[in-house]
């Protein structure tokens, strides 16, 4: 409430991290990053953290949206990449 979003403004914000889950989940199954799964995937847990917290720094919607995107798309990169890793020693 205290950033005046609507519920369309929350719909925009929601679909730019499912677009950035759906680019980032189409990007990383590709098998360019073989033999780098684990470090990617520290790298874009981390960077998922960061971007959580810069959501609490800012109050533009743009931002919002920027942010949300590469969230989606970092938080894809550690779902395949760890998928990945514990599928490689089953």
């Known amino acids: 409430e205290a950033l005046h979003l609507t519920p369309a403004d ?12 759906l680019v980032g989940a189409l990007a990383a199954a590709g098998g360019w990053a073989h033999g780098r799964e684990r470090m990617l995937m520290f790298a ?12 609490g720094l800012n109050e533009t919607m743009a931002a919002f ?6 969230a989606g798309l970092a938080s894809a990169f550690v779902m395949v990449f760890m998928s990945s890793i514990v599928f490689s020693h089953l």
């Open 10 to 21: 929350a719909g925009w914000i929601a679909s730019a991290n499912y677009l950035g889950y």
């Open 65 to 70: 949206l920027v942010i949300r995107f590469l």
């Open 44 to 55: 874009s847990l981390a960077a998922s953290a960061l971007l959580a917290g810069l959501m």
